[in-house]
């Protein structure tokens, strides 16, 4: 049986360092051949007839020629560059064979057997006297997003023509994107309960006065910084089918034992536990999703999981509001003991769920071992996938390779670009989310304090709104958030074609223009620009998932970089906005905010900068 295998090559130089990246299709042809259609370059003419069919290629760059050998051991010249060899799910140090060096490699399918085919190709190599460090170098035509059709911009998988790809790409998505997103709605579910909590009879019952609300809020917020990079680091070594839902797990039964608390000094307790727990979910979720999408799948899926947040937000209170009417007083138990109970029965199976459904990571111990939904063939395709871009498997850290992460300009760029965005962005949330007003827990927002002015300020407008109003105005916020956040992720994966930076570009300008008309013009007239206004201070919302999404792909040569950058951005990000909005959004300059509203404008301006 004969076959073609093509492959994709670019990037040569001529000193003799290739940077070469493949895959193979089946093909049939009458010249037994192996060509690069895309480089130009005709590789040597090599028989596929072969039987059994070969299992590995090995495709080399030797005094400026390229050459392939299907052999299993072949005999090399000596060449400038590094080898790959068998990617054993980790890669592996180099040990030099004769003058040949072995590292990593390329997977691909083998068309004329159901047996892999490994396609090797070479990487730079880099020694700094110490240590010697590999990386895969793959042609900037790989990492770019595809151009799809109008089906495929609507769904990118509608573009795959392997049946295998495409089956494999439904089955990712029905459990990696269902799960996050039922874990982030679950999050914001199990964190914003004890705001509903105080207002529905917490606060007497735990005899909970003056700071005291503000204090359980930063006790969570404290553990919610403090485990974000250690988790996300642990989540390099262990399989997220066992890291992540033992963290739902932990925050569900701490949620359930807040019931129990019978003081405050208790609740302190529980929501530090909660937010420890809880921390490595988003940081966590946005890397895995990152180890299995390409470049024009990764930004919508991202964005569409972190829309959640919204969801999970807006359910407490409808939550908190039925069982205080239904439940309250049933076998003993007050409405707030009853909606920490219902949060964590809805979170506990969930988590179980993980343990069931969730893969490993390319690369990890337990991938490429067959599962009763993922068999060994589509972990073939997976690495294929992973490898075709670039994204790196993991590695043992080292003291050099920590030196090189922390001396880089990713770690620290790119957590500052992220503050710098998501600081005017999550600000906002202070003006149209929930949060406290004067510690009694009455939710509040810039825009619902701007209404409910009218009822207590001599406006010259006659205007008053009931509570009822306030809120049905209030609520299409989330609404403009979800689906702006969801046309901005499905145009960067498909008309943008990967460029993240271009909408975060044009929507922090947007956001700067919105906060300064908002600082100045008069506060009682033009009621309905007012409203306009409002409504567009959530269209930044969806960036975050394209930022993690640019993160996650510039950082693809290092999985432990990756893991740490994406980490470092969602940490140092909350730890500012949980200290900075104290000083910027104070209660007091409601409902015109113009400390803040010229602090928003400021950031979004240098983000663009």
Same mark, same amino acid.
């Given at each position: 049986?004969?076959?073609?295998?093509?492959?994709?090559?670019?990037?040569?130089?001529?000193?003799?360092?290739?940077?070469?990246?493949?895959?193979?299709?089946?093909?049939?042809?009458?010249?037994?051949?192996?060509?690069?259609?895309?480089?130009?370059?005709?590789?040597?003419?090599?028989?596929?007839?072969?039987?059994?069919?070969?299992?590995?290629?090995?495709?080399?760059?030797?005094?400026?020629?390229?050459?392939?050998?299907?052999?299993?051991?072949?005999?090399?010249?000596?060449?400038?560059?590094?080898?790959?060899?068998?990617?054993?799910?980790?890669?592996?140090?180099?040990?030099?064979?004769?003058?040949?060096?072995?590292?990593?490699?390329?997977?691909?399918?083998?068309?004329?057997?159901?047996?892999?085919?490994?396609?090797?190709?070479?990487?730079?190599?880099?020694?700094?006297?110490?240590?010697?460090?590999?990386?895969?170098?793959?042609?900037?035509?790989?990492?770019?997003?595809?151009?799809?059709?109008?089906?495929?911009?609507?769904?990118?998988?509608?573009?795959?023509?392997?049946?295998?790809?495409?089956?494999?790409?439904?089955?990712?998505?029905?459990?990696?994107?269902?799960?996050?997103?039922?874990?982030?709605?679950?999050?914001?579910?199990?964190?914003?309960?004890?705001?509903?909590?105080?207002?529905?009879?917490?606060?007497?019952?735990?005899?909970?006065?003056?700071?005291?609300?503000?204090?359980?809020?930063?006790?969570?917020?404290?553990?919610?910084?403090?485990?974000?990079?250690? $988790?996300?680091?642990?989540?390099?070594?262990?399989?997220?089918?066992?890291?992540?839902?033992?963290?739902?797990?932990?925050?569900?039964?701490?949620?359930?034992?807040?019931?129990?608390?019978?003081?405050?000094?208790?609740?302190?307790?529980?929501?530090?536990?909660?937010?420890?727990?809880?921390?490595?979910?988003?940081?966590?979720?946005?890397?895995?999703?990152?180890?299995?999408?390409?470049?024009?799948?990764?930004?919508?899926?991202?964005?569409?999981?972190?829309?959640?947040?919204?969801?999970?937000?807006?359910?407490?209170?409808?939550?908190?509001?039925?069982?205080?009417?239904?439940?309250?007083?049933?076998?003993?138990?007050?409405?707030?003991?009853?909606?920490?109970?219902?949060?964590?029965?809805?979170?506990?199976?969930?988590?179980?769920?993980?343990?069931?459904?969730?893969?490993?990571?390319?690369?990890?111990?337990?991938?490429?071992?067959?599962?009763?939904?993922?068999?060994?063939?589509?972990?073939?395709?997976?690495?294929?996938?992973?490898?075709?871009?670039?994204?790196?498997?993991?590695?043992?850290?080292?003291?050099?390779?920590?030196?090189?992460?922390?001396?880089?300009?990713?770690?620290?760029?790119?957590?500052?670009?992220?503050?710098?965005?998501?600081?005017?962005?999550?600000?906002?949330?202070?003006?149209?989310?929930?949060?406290?007003?004067?510690?009694?827990?009455?939710?509040?927002?810039?825009?619902?304090?701007?209404?409910?002015?009218?009822?207590?300020?001599?406006?010259?407008?006659?205007?008053?709104?009931?509570?009822?109003?306030?809120?049905?105005?209030?609520?299409?916020?989330?609404?403009?958030?979800?689906?702006?956040?969801?046309?901005?992720?499905?145009?960067?994966?498909?008309?943008?074609?990967?460029?993240?930076?271009?909408?975060?570009?044009?929507?922090?300008?947007?956001?700067?223009?919105?906060?300064?008309?908002?600082?100045?013009?008069?506060?009682?007239?033009?009621?309905?620009?007012?409203?306009?206004?409002?409504?567009?201070?959530?269209?930044?919302?969806?960036?975050?998932?394209?930022?993690?999404?640019?993160?996650?792909?510039?950082?693809?040569?290092?999985?432990?970089?990756?893991?740490?950058?994406?980490?470092?951005?969602?940490?140092?990000?909350?730890?500012?906005?949980?200290?900075?909005?104290?000083?910027?959004?104070?209660?007091?300059?409601?409902?015109?905010?113009?400390?803040?509203?010229?602090?928003?404008?400021?950031? $979004?301006?240098?983000?663009?900068?």
């Amino acid at each position: 049986m004969t076959a073609m295998a093509s492959l994709m090559i670019c990037g040569l130089d001529s000193s003799s360092t290739a940077i070469i990246a493949g895959f193979a299709t089946a093909a049939k042809t009458s010249q037994d051949e192996l060509y690069a259609p895309r480089a130009r370059h005709r590789l040597c003419p090599t028989s596929m007839a072969q039987s059994p069919p070969p299992t590995k290629l090995y495709l080399l760059l030797t005094n400026s020629k390229l050459q392939l050998s299907s052999a299993d051991a072949p005999s090399l010249t000596p060449c400038k560059t590094r080898l790959m060899k068998p990617w054993t799910r980790e890669m592996l140090s180099a040990e030099e064979t004769g003058q040949t060096d072995q590292i990593a490699f390329l997977p691909v399918l083998n068309p004329t057997s159901k047996q892999p085919l490994t396609l090797y190709a070479m990487a730079d190599r880099k020694d700094d006297g110490h240590e010697s460090t590999e990386s895969l170098v793959v042609p900037a035509e790989y990492r770019k997003a595809k151009r799809l059709s109008r089906a495929g911009r609507f769904y990118d998988v509608l573009d795959i023509s392997d049946s295998e790809e495409r089956r494999l790409m439904y089955k990712l998505d029905a459990v990696l994107v269902t799960f996050m997103s039922c874990g982030y709605f679950l999050k914001y579910l199990d964190q914003a309960n004890v705001n509903s909590a105080f207002v529905s009879g917490m606060k007497e019952d735990l005899g909970m006065y003056g700071n005291q609300l503000t204090t359980a809020i930063t006790c969570w917020t404290v553990g919610y910084a403090v485990g974000q990079i250690p $988790s996300n680091l642990l989540l390099t070594r262990i399989s997220p089918r066992w890291w992540i839902p033992t963290l739902e797990l932990v925050w569900g039964l701490c949620t359930l034992f807040s019931y129990k608390v019978t003081s405050y000094q208790g609740l302190y307790a529980v929501r530090f536990f909660v937010g420890l727990a809880e921390a490595g979910f988003y940081p966590g979720a946005q890397y895995i999703l990152g180890s299995f999408y390409k470049p024009h799948e990764l930004g919508k899926r991202a964005v569409f999981f972190h829309t959640f947040a919204g969801v999970g937000t807006l359910c407490s209170s409808a939550l908190q509001a039925a069982t205080f009417s239904g439940l309250r007083g049933v076998h003993g138990l007050s409405g707030w003991q009853w909606l920490f109970i219902i949060d964590a029965v809805i979170t506990l199976p969930i988590a179980v769920a993980g343990y069931v459904f969730l893969p490993a990571l390319p690369g990890q111990k337990d991938a490429n071992k067959a599962t009763f939904w993922l068999s060994a063939r589509e972990w073939t395709i997976i690495d294929r996938r992973i490898a075709e871009i670039g994204r790196a498997p993991a590695k043992k850290m080292t003291w050099t390779r920590l030196k090189k992460i922390a001396t880089g300009w990713h770690v620290w760029v790119l957590p500052v670009l992220y503050i710098l965005w998501v600081s005017p962005e999550q600000s906002f949330a202070f003006t149209t989310r929930s949060m406290t007003e004067n510690n009694s827990g009455n939710a509040s927002s810039i825009m619902a304090l701007w209404l409910k002015s009218f009822n207590t300020v001599d406006t010259g407008t006659g205007i008053r709104y009931t509570v009822q109003q306030i809120n049905h105005y209030v609520m299409p916020i989330q609404a403009v958030y979800i689906v702006t956040a969801w046309f901005f992720g499905w145009t960067s994966d498909s008309v943008l074609r990967g460029r993240r930076w271009v909408w975060p570009a044009v929507t922090t300008i947007l956001n700067a223009a919105v906060c300064l008309t908002l600082a100045n013009i008069p506060l009682y007239k033009h009621i309905t620009g007012h409203f306009v206004l409002y409504y567009l201070t959530q269209v930044t919302g969806g960036m975050s998932g394209l930022l993690f999404s640019w993160a996650n792909e510039i950082c693809s040569a290092d999985n432990e970089e990756r893991a740490l950058v994406v980490a470092l951005m969602n940490d140092f990000a909350y730890v500012v906005q949980a200290i900075v909005p104290n000083f910027t959004w104070k209660q007091v300059d409601y409902p015109r905010a113009q400390i803040g509203l010229y602090y928003s404008t400021g950031l $979004s301006l240098a983000f663009c900068a």
